[in-house]
């Protein structure tokens, strides 16, 4: 079936660091693929996303690009702020498929 | 633009009492959403609904839980009777259709069953 896989555990930056969260997805045919973030106390909301092989989601600093090859859509941002602090949650959408699939989501905490 | 409104916010019961979750869309969305979310989870989709029709509810036990959408805009979820492991997040999204990539999250209702 189709499924999402992130990285385990929270995770804990200084502000202006690198950061990167793994995504990896099982999937029949091409599906589109999506970060969605949940600020404290908010719902989740679409970050960015790619609907094509090699496509580039963008969006508040934040990109992934989606690797057919390696089944992959990783999280970067080049340089972390205090407001990126949230719950990170990928997502993928099979074709002729309307149900979404999360991942388990991961806590970013960035320290000041 | 308002976005997708769920009340209450929070709700503490105690097993075996009913319960009921409600959900706004977005004006002019078709199509509606309820996900569980276990702590440490991502969402599960329980059901979807296609304006005021139930099109993919193969997740939803539907031995004590049971959904509607009465004249396809609000909807209501319900669990009768609740179990103790029923305490979770209840979320509401709404698209402009079922194809549409992007989907509105409510803020969730957390169910605390005692």
């Known amino acids: 079936g189709n499924s999402v896989t992130q990285m385990e555990g929270p995770v804990t930056l200084s502000e202006e660091a690198f950061l990167t969260i793994n995504c990896t997805y099982t999937a029949t045919g091409y599906p589109s693929l999506f970060w969605y973030v949940q600020y404290p106390g908010e719902g989740l909301q679409l970050l960015l996303k790619?609907?094509?092989?090699?496509d580039k989601g963008s969006n508040k600093g934040f990109e992934a690009t989606y690797r057919k090859e390696t089944t992959s859509f990783h999280l970067e941002k080049g340089s972390v702020q205090v407001s990126d602090s949230a719950v990170y949650f990928c997502?993928?959408?099979?074709?002729?498929?309307?149900?979404?699939?999360f991942g388990k989501g991961n806590q970013v905490v960035v320290i000041p | 633009e308002a976005g997708v409104v769920q009340s209450p916010r929070y709700k503490i019961i105690e097993k075996k009492q009913p319960v009921a979750f409600w959900c706004n869309p977005i004006s002019g969305h078709n199509t509606l959403y309820w996900y569980l979310q276990n702590l440490g989870q991502g969402p599960e989709l329980l059901i979807r609904?296609?304006?005021?029709?139930?099109?993919?509810d193969s997740q939803l036990p539907k031995d004590r839980f049971s959904a509607e959408r009465l004249k396809g805009v609000d909807s209501t979820l319900k669990i009768q009777p609740a179990e103790l492991g029923d305490s979770a997040v209840y979320l509401c999204?709404?698209?402009?259709?079922?194809?549409?990539?992007?989907?509105?999250f409510g803020p969730g209702t957390r169910l605390t069953v005692l």
């Open positions: 999204a709404s698209s402009l259709t079922g194809g549409a990539d992007t989907q509105y």
């Open positions: 997502a993928l959408k099979a074709r002729g498929n309307n149900r979404l699939a």
């Open positions: 609904y296609e304006n005021e029709e139930a099109v993919d």
């Open positions: 790619a609907t094509k092989a090699d």
